[in-house]
């Protein structure tokens, strides 16, 4: 087990709202829970998402060059967990998951609160990430509610 350090501490002090990455390359489809994800630039309109070079998700973004941000609901811890307990090479995580496509065709999961649906303009290799640029081909609120917020505890067990 990683110890955790000092610098991880306090980076947990950012406060970080909680979404599912999807993404799709051909007849591929994946889903990945994410906290590093932001908004780049105002006009264009571009979005940022880190994606761990290990990840399953990595290889359809790259493929694809396509992703959507799924922003879940206060509510949605279990929703979370279960893009981000597993892993898409292993299992289908939309078996039993409500989706619908829009303009690019990445997944957009019916009970989030908001999307972003984008295409990839630009991917940057940093540290043990890829960080994947994407431009907002469209966007939507569809419950007004307020976002999860990243609590480690929910997602990880603590590390000494």
Not at 12 to 30: F, L, P, Q, R
Request: aromatic share 8%; net charge positive.
């Amino acid at each position: 087990m990683r110890h955790r350090t000092y610098v991880d501490r306090v980076l947990d002090k950012i406060c970080y709202g909680v979404a599912v990455i999807t993404a799709k390359s051909g007849s591929e489809i994946n889903g990945m829970a994410a906290s590093w994800f932001s908004r780049v630039s105002g006009r264009p309109y571009l979005v940022m998402v880190a994606v761990s070079k290990k990840n399953y998700s990595l290889e359809i973004i790259s493929n694809g060059n396509i992703f959507a941000i799924n922003i879940l609901g206060k509510d949605q811890i279990e929703l979370g967990r279960h893009f981000g307990k597993q892993s898409g090479r292993d299992v289908d995580k939309f078996a039993s998951i409500p989706y619908e496509s829009h303009k690019t065709g990445a997944p957009i999961l019916k009970n989030c609160i908001a999307f972003l649906d984008c295409c990839v303009i630009k991917s940057i290799p940093v540290g043990d990430h890829i960080l994947f640029i994407g431009e907002v081909v469209e966007a939507k609120i569809i419950r007004d509610e307020e976002p999860l917020m990243l609590d480690r505890r929910d997602f990880f067990k603590e590390e000494m």
